[in-house]
Nanobody, 120 residues
Framework: QVQLVESGGGLVQAGTSLTLSCVAS????????MGWFRQAPGKEREFVAA?????YYADSVKGRFTISRLHARNTVFLQMRRLQPEDTAVYYC????????????????WGQGTQVTVSS
C-alpha cells in the first residue's frame, strides 16, 4: 500500500507563484511514476504533469509549471508560476507502477487533494 499526502495549496493572486508538495510512504518511492492531476468545480479531472526520470506536461501548463522529485525524502513537487484564474482547482498527487501516463485510470494511488484558488 502507498499513501500520498499533498500540501501547499491556498488562495493567491493571478501572476504569482505557488509550490505544491506530495509525500509518499508505504513502498519504495523510486519505483513509481508520479503524476499531478487537477479538478475544477463541475469539471472532469485532468492531467497536469508526470515524471519518472524525465518529465511530461499538459499543453495548458507547459512553460509555467515544473514537476520535480527528491528521492531521498520521498517527495514530489509541482512548482506553479504565472498562475491564472483558470488554474483554480483541487490538485491531486498520484502514483503508478511503470512509465508515465496522462490517463488517470492507470494511476493506482491517490492523495486527498489540496485546493488552489487564483483570483484576478
Amino acid at each position: 500500500q502507498v499513501q500520498l499526502v499533498e500540501s501547499g495549496g491556498g488562495l493567491v493572486q493571478a501572476g504569482t507563484s505557488l509550490t505544491l508538495s506530495c509525500v509518499a510512504s508505504g513502498r519504495p518511492f523510486s519505483t513509481y511514476a508520479m503524476g499531478w492531476f487537477r479538478q475544477a468545480p463541475g469539471k472532469e479531472r485532468e492531467f497536469v504533469a508526470a515524471m519518472t526520470d524525465i518529465t511530461y506536461y499538459a499543453d495548458s501548463v507547459k512553460g509555467r509549471f515544473t514537476i520535480s522529485r527528491l528521492h531521498a525524502r520521498n517527495t514530489v513537487f509541482l512548482q506553479m508560476r504565472r498562475l491564472q484564474p483558470e488554474d483554480t482547482a483541487v490538485y491531486y498527487c498520484a502514483a503508478k507502477n511503470g512509465g508515465t501516463s496522462d490517463d488517470e485510470g492507470r494511476y493506482e494511488y491517490w492523495g486527498q487533494g489540496t485546493q488552489v484558488t487564483v483570483s484576478s
